[in-house]
């Protein structure tokens, strides 16, 4: 996060939206952030259809502020893509907390930190639905308006 704000892609006076419990929700630039895992089509058209509907998006992505890798919120990140979007709410998390942990959805998969950084560093993807990350802490509801979204 140190990163972004000295080179001038985080002003916390425009970007900060909020804060979680003990981290930041802030506007991410898209162009650099890393996803890990790929996306369901059929669940990308429908979450579009919802958020361009509604014109809302209910949650912050969860991304490692250390690294960028996006780790929860891959669907949410290719609609505003698709949207022409350049920032999204994002929950930067340090991903080095014990608070966090990572399982896989998938009974054929193991997945830990590890694999998750080292396939996000290498910009390779995970099958979708392969990581499941839990927290100790509830990701905040913004219910903030695309609209008001660069």
């Known amino acids: 996060m140190r990163r972004l704000i000295e080179i001038g892609r985080i002003n916390f006076l425009k970007d900060l939206i909020c804060c979680g419990n003990i981290y930041p929700?802030?506007?991410?630039?898209?162009?650099?952030?890393?996803?890990?895992e790929d996306i369901e089509y059929s669940r990308f058209c429908e979450l579009?259809?919802?958020?361009?509907?509604?014109?809302?998006?209910?949650?912050?992505?969860l991304v490692d502020m250390n690294t960028l890798i996006i780790l929860d919120g891959h669907h949410r990140y290719h609609v505003?893509?698709?949207?022409?979007?350049e920032k999204?709410?994002?929950?930067?998390?340090?991903?080095?907390?014990?608070?966090?942990?990572?399982?896989?959805?998938?009974?054929d998969w193991f997945v830990n930190k590890e694999l998750v950084?080292?396939?996000?560093?290498?910009?390779?993807?995970?099958?979708?639905?392969?990581?499941?990350?839990?927290?100790?802490?509830?990701?905040?509801?913004?219910?903030l308006s695309i609209d008001l979204i660069p």
């Not at 929700?25 to 890990?36: E, G, N």
């Not at 259809?49 to 912050?60: A, S, V």
């Not at 999204?88 to 009974?107: F, G, H, K, Q, T």
């Not at 290498?122 to 927290?135: A, C, N, Q």
């Open 80 to 85: 505003f893509k698709e949207l022409g979007k």
């Open 117 to 143: 950084i080292k396939t996000g560093l290498e910009r390779k993807l995970l099958p979708h639905k392969t990581s499941r990350h839990i927290l100790c802490f509830e990701i905040p509801r913004i219910d």
């Open 48 to 61: 579009a259809e919802d958020i361009t509907r509604r014109r809302i998006i209910e949650k912050p992505i």
């Open 25 to 36: 929700v802030i506007l991410a630039p898209i162009d650099l952030l890393i996803p890990h």
């Open 88 to 107: 999204i709410p994002a929950l930067l998390i340090d991903y080095n907390d014990p608070c966090i942990r990572v399982e896989s959805w998938r009974s």
